[in-house]
Structure formats: structure tokens, C-alpha cells
């Protein structure tokens, strides 16, 4: 009598699905990035030509997002205007995140008395809208491009101070971190080695997230006269200029739109990922 030995059923190697929105995300954002670095590699108009005689020109072959009131071609002025944007909205991000880095590592490692004077200054920041508080900056510091990443920087580190204390305070009682302690590590060795490195690695996909969101807080700012001044080619000032010729011009205002919207959904989807793909990477 023989035996059939049975091989063990292979497992089917894992198929990487192609998301179309992911690369689509991809792609818009790295011609975002080029129009921010190399502007001319883009279009060779200049973005400040005033041509009287092209106003109002809708969009055509010569002028692919038509031109606005003074005849400047909106599509040229869009991409020079991406390096303003993305500038405000990686600066406001790079600020929030500072601010919050500092504030919740304290209130983690400062002991009972920081925890509680760190929680008292979130509670009176999360007491105002984060735009609300880039107003008043700006109320007490003037308008400009500076002035509005400052302020919506400011906005928005309470978000990350509060979700930074959570993540520290978890880490400092883990027991890996007691072991570090336990080996005789020094303070500030097991600090710099063990708990920050455990506390920022999610922040990467927050930050990318958080870039969408500054340039939404910093078109709405310019849209309101507070951030950028025209005539900068700054997609929320170009959005507010262009809406008194909603009526018969609606491309001056429907393609900053537009911009922004895909700027903010590209940074989100891509920050997902990224969270996704860190989660995956932990489990």
C-alpha cells in the first residue's frame, strides 16, 4: 500500500492593486512641486504681463485658463502661484508641528506640574477655532504671506500638541522604555533614542495631511485680504480678485478653485497611504 504525500497548497503571491487615485495624487502633486521649483519649465509667460488688448479671454489654445481683467494668463500665473502656496502651507505645517513637538513632549516628560500647565494652554486654545486664532495674529501683527503661515501655523498646533502628549505618554510607560531605564541608560539617551523616534513616526502621514490643510487655511486668509497681497499670484488671492467677474469671466475664479481643492485631496489621499502603509509596517 503506498502513501500519496500531498504537497502543501502554495500561497497565491499577494497582488498590488494600481489605485488610480493614488497615482493620480502623485502626479498632480509632483507637477505642483515642479511649478514651485522651476516655474519656467511650465509656461513662458511672465506671470505679471499686463496685455489690455487679451482681457477676458476664455480658455483656448493660446491661453489654456484664459486670461483675466488686466489680460495676465491665468494658467501662467497659477503655476508661478504654487510656489507661494505650497511655501505658506509647508511653513504653517513645519510651525504647527514644531509648537506641537514642544508642547507635548513637556507635558510627557515635564512631570505633573508641566502636564497640568500644558493642558491648561491647549484647553484655551482648543476654546477658539483655529482660524480664529490666525485672525487675531494677524489682527495684532499685520497681513502678508509671513504674517498668514505664522498665524495659521499657530492655528493649528493644538492639534498636534494634543495627539503628541497622548502618543509620548503611552511611549514613556511602555515597558521598552523601562527596560531602557532599567539597563542604566542615561535620561537623555533613552529620550533621543527610544521615545522620539516612537513619538514622530506617525507624524509623517499628520504633516502630509496637515500641508492640504495650511494651504486651504492660507487661501482663506488671502481670500479675505489678510494673507498674500496682489498683485502675488497666490491661488487664494487670485480666487478672491477673479470673483467680482463671476458672471461673464468664470474661469478667473474656478481654476484657483480648483487648484486648491485638488492640492488639498492629493496631500490627503496621499497622507492615508502613508498611514496605512506605517500601520502595516508597526503591526
Same mark, same amino acid.
Do not use: C, K
Given at each position: 500500500?503506498?502513501?500519496?504525500?500531498?504537497a502543501?497548497a #502554495?500561497?497565491e503571491?499577494?497582488?498590488?492593486?494600481?489605485?488610480?487615485? @493614488?497615482i493620480?495624487?502623485?502626479?498632480? @502633486?509632483?507637477?505642483v512641486?515642479?511649478?514651485?521649483?522651476?516655474?519656467?519649465l511650465l509656461?513662458?509667460y511672465?506671470?505679471?504681463?499686463i496685455?489690455?488688448?487679451?482681457?477676458?479671454?476664455?480658455?483656448? !489654445?493660446a491661453?489654456? *485658463?484664459g +486670461?483675466?481683467?488686466?489680460?495676465?494668463?491665468?494658467? =501662467?500665473?497659477?503655476?508661478?502661484?504654487?510656489?507661494?502656496?505650497?511655501?505658506?502651507?509647508?511653513?504653517?505645517?513645519?510651525?504647527?508641528l514644531?509648537?506641537?513637538?514642544? /508642547?507635548?513632549? =513637556?507635558?510627557?516628560?515635564?512631570?505633573?506640574?508641566?502636564?497640568?500647565?500644558?493642558?491648561?494652554? /491647549?484647553?484655551?486654545? *482648543? %476654546?477658539?477655532?483655529?482660524?480664529?486664532l490666525?485672525?487675531l495674529?494677524?489682527?495684532?501683527?499685520?497681513?502678508?504671506?509671513?504674517? %498668514?503661515?505664522?498665524?495659521?501655523?499657530?492655528?493649528? !498646533? !493644538?492639534?498636534?500638541?494634543?495627539?503628541?502628549?497622548?502618543?509620548? +505618554? =503611552?511611549?514613556?510607560?511602555?515597558?521598552?522604555?523601562e527596560? !531602557?531605564?532599567?539597563?542604566g541608560?542615561?535620561? $537623555?539617551?533613552?529620550?533621543?533614542r527610544?521615545?522620539?523616534?516612537?513619538?514622530?513616526?506617525?507624524?509623517? &502621514?499628520? &504633516?502630509?495631511?496637515?500641508?492640504? #490643510?495650511?494651504?486651504?487655511?492660507?487661501?482663506?486668509?488671502?481670500?479675505?485680504? $489678510?494673507?498674500?497681497?496682489?498683485?502675488?499670484?497666490?491661488?487664494?488671492?487670485?480666487?478672491?480678485?477673479?470673483?467680482?467677474?463671476? #458672471?461673464y469671466?468664470?474661469?478667473?475664479?474656478?481654476?484657483?478653485? $480648483?487648484?486648491?481643492? /485638488? =492640492?488639498?485631496?492629493?496631500?490627503?489621499?496621499?497622507g492615508?497611504? /502613508?498611514?496605512?502603509?506605517?500601520?502595516?509596517?508597526?503591526?
Amino acid at each position: 500500500m503506498t502513501t500519496a504525500l500531498t504537497a502543501p497548497a #502554495q500561497a497565491e503571491p499577494r497582488v498590488r492593486r494600481i489605485r488610480p487615485g @493614488l497615482i493620480a495624487a502623485g502626479v498632480f @502633486l509632483a507637477l505642483v512641486v515642479l511649478a514651485a521649483l522651476a516655474p519656467g519649465l511650465l509656461t513662458t509667460y511672465a506671470p505679471d504681463a499686463i496685455r489690455p488688448a487679451d482681457f477676458f479671454q476664455p480658455p483656448s !489654445a493660446a491661453h489654456w *485658463f484664459g +486670461t483675466d481683467q488686466n489680460g495676465r494668463d491665468v494658467y =501662467t500665473r497659477l503655476v508661478h502661484g504654487a510656489g507661494q502656496s505650497l511655501l505658506i502651507g509647508l511653513g504653517a505645517t513645519a510651525i504647527s508641528l514644531t509648537l506641537g513637538i514642544t /508642547l507635548g513632549l =513637556t507635558a510627557a516628560l515635564g512631570g505633573r506640574r508641566a502636564d497640568f500647565a500644558v493642558g491648561r494652554v /491647549l484647553e484655551v486654545l *482648543f %476654546a477658539f477655532p483655529g482660524l480664529l486664532l490666525a485672525l487675531l495674529f494677524i489682527a495684532v501683527f499685520g497681513t502678508g504671506a509671513v504674517t %498668514a503661515a505664522v498665524a495659521v501655523g499657530i492655528g493649528e !498646533a !493644538a492639534g498636534y500638541a494634543r495627539l503628541i502628549r497622548a502618543q509620548a +505618554t =503611552t511611549v514613556v510607560r511602555s515597558g521598552y522604555v523601562e527596560a !531602557a531605564r532599567g539597563l542604566g541608560h542615561p535620561p $537623555l539617551r533613552v529620550v533621543r533614542r527610544t521615545v522620539l523616534p516612537n513619538v514622530l513616526r506617525p507624524l509623517a &502621514a499628520l &504633516a502630509t495631511l496637515g500641508i492640504g #490643510q495650511s494651504v486651504v487655511w492660507a487661501s482663506s486668509l488671502s481670500f479675505l485680504g $489678510l494673507g498674500a497681497q496682489p498683485p502675488a499670484a497666490e491661488w487664494g488671492a487670485m480666487l478672491a480678485d477673479g470673483r467680482t467677474f463671476l #458672471q461673464y469671466a468664470w474661469w478667473t475664479s474656478f481654476f484657483p478653485g $480648483l487648484f486648491i481643492v /485638488l =492640492t488639498t485631496l492629493s496631500t490627503t489621499v496621499l497622507g492615508r497611504r /502613508l498611514q496605512a502603509w506605517l500601520d502595516a509596517r508597526s503591526s
